[in-house]
């Protein structure tokens, strides 16, 4: 079983996707429980539209919810233990949950899984993973958002992070690893 976290309130709409994004997730994957975090006012009544959810998750009534225009700053001062955002990081960290979701302020994400999860040793930032599909399956791709420029060394442990996760999440036994360049010229997009 695979216990998700979840920052309902996260997002340019919160519980009004994030609510039916879980219902998707848990028809798919029946192996799948989600330890819900949000305000209550928001969150219960989506997920009364939702029966089948409270067979597969608890929810967790936040005071706070971490807005998309606030700085990293902010979020971990103001409000950040009372958050369904830290709630939701904070419950990997607990072992209530093997993974987090957020659709919320990265910036904050980021800044609230370094404070609270930190990194591994020889690693100086976290990074956000993604799934992307291929013709031979899924890739892994580290960095989506995060970090615009990246020097080398942040490249370096990026492509130990998603090779990690590509072994232990996908049972690889020898990833391959690329780089996906950001272009910054007036013809791109």
């Known amino acids: 079983m695979i216990r998700i976290s979840i920052d309902a309130m996260g997002g340019d709409h919160g519980p009004a996707v994030v609510i039916p994004a879980l219902m998707t997730v848990a028809t798919r994957r029946p192996d799948v429980r989600f330890v819900i975090y949000g305000r209550e006012e928001a969150v219960r009544p989506e997920l009364a539209k939702f029966p089948k959810l409270a067979g597969v998750s608890e929810f967790f009534h936040c005071e706070v919810a971490v807005r998309m225009d606030d700085k990293p ?3 971990l001062r103001h409000g950040r233990w009372k958050s369904s955002m830290w709630k939701a990081v904070e419950a990997v960290k607990s ?12 910036g904050a994400l980021m800044a609230m899984s370094k404070f609270c999860l930190r990194t591994m040793a020889t690693i100086d930032r976290p990074a956000i993973a993604a799934l992307w599909p291929t013709l031979r399956g899924e890739s892994v791709v580290l960095d989506v958002g995060a970090t615009i420029g990246a020097d080398a060394h942040q490249l370096i442990d990026f492509a130990i992070l998603g090779t990690g996760m590509a072994r232990s999440v996908f049972g690889v036994s020898r990833p391959s690893v690329g780089l996906l360049n950001v272009g ?6």
Do not use: L, P
Not at 95 to 106: E, I, Q
């Open 95 to 106: 072992g209530t949950a093997d993974a987090c979701v957020s659709a919320g302020n990265t």
């Open 73 to 75: 700053s902010q979020a």
């Open 184 to 189: 910054v010229e007036e013809i791109k997009g």
